[in-house]
């Protein structure tokens, strides 16, 4: 069933009073789900339910547990693109075992990771994430595609594998912050943030600074009140300092486009009011 409009307990009801066994979501709609009173939640148990899948953006790793954790092991987190379709996917147990990882390719899909000399990268190490199956576009309509190696497309991210297989995404290629000489990917931040109890979603950008290159500066939208230190300190309790946020600024909710997607670009033009 298709609804028109994204409700967060519509969706429970639908699913419950139509026995569906599938349900295909951004992340963003389960937080909002999760996020409905306790009193709600406990009317719905979804029986039916064996997959939910979720793709469109990252999927934080608290955030899946406490799906799980809410409504059962039927998770799936689809990475993939536009140009590649699928590349992989982490199942409830790739879940359970590595929240944060996007999984292991499907049958019939080869992903690799090159450098920026089209090297391949060691295991371990981080690199650009080339995708090979039967489903690759074949271009734009405005003429153009993106990288090729050895007939495997890019993804337009960057990851690492580690010794189980599985891949975590890093982020875009072209989002790394070069902050004070050192290299940074936002979404490390933002998972980080997410990982605090008073976080609903983060989103972590870079400033053009004249002593750093650039600073980094976080939003985030919360369901409890929290200072801007508390954040910091979260964020330099789990990630090294030059990770730490020089600003942290709290808005109702993140700006996103029709697919859930983050609009950088809108926090980027953000004005301090002060």
């Known amino acids: 069933m298709l609804r028109r409009r994204f409700d967060p307990e519509d969706v429970l009801r639908v699913v419950e009073e139509n026995h569906c066994e599938s349900l295909v979501v951004i992340p963003v709609m389960l937080q909002r789900i999760l996020n409905l009173d306790d009193s709600v939640l406990a009317g719905y148990s979804m029986p039916s339910l064996k997959v939910v899948a979720s793709s469109g953006s990252a999927l934080p790793g608290e955030l899946a547990l406490s799906w799980m954790n809410r409504f059962g092991e039927n998770l799936y987190n689809i990475y993939g693109s536009t ?3 699928w590349a992989t996917i982490a199942t409830p147990e790739d879940l359970r075992a590595a929240p944060s990882s996007a999984g292991k390719p499907p049958h019939n899909t080869i992903v690799r990771l090159f450098d920026d000399a089209d090297q391949p990268v060691p295991m371990g190490g981080t690199g650009r994430i080339f995708v090979g199956n039967s489903l690759l576009f074949e271009g734009y309509t405005g003429g153009g595609s993106k990288s090729m190696i ?5 993804s337009g991210d960057v990851g690492r594998f580690d010794a189980n297989g599985r891949l975590y995404v890093e982020g875009r290629d072209d989002e790394m912050i070069v902050s004070g000489g050192e290299n940074v990917f936002p979404k490390e931040i933002e998972d980080c943030l997410v990982g605090h109890d008073a976080v609903v979603e983060a989103a972590a950008i870079g400033i053009d600074d004249p002593e750093f290159g650039a600073r980094l500066r976080a939003f985030v939208s919360v369901s409890a009140e929290v200072t801007e230190d508390e954040l910091k300190e979260h964020v330099k309790a789990n990630l090294a300092r030059f990770k ?16 859930g997607k983050v609009l950088k670009r809108e926090l980027a033009a953000w004005e301090d009011p002060a």
């Not at 050895?150 to 890019?154: D, I, Q």
């Not at 600024?249 to 029709?258: D, F, G, H």
């Open 244 to 259: 730490v946020p020089k600003q942290i600024v709290v808005i109702p909710e993140l700006p996103r486009n029709a697919t």
């Open 150 to 154: 050895n007939g495997l497309m890019s």
């Open 83 to 85: 140009e590649v379709a």
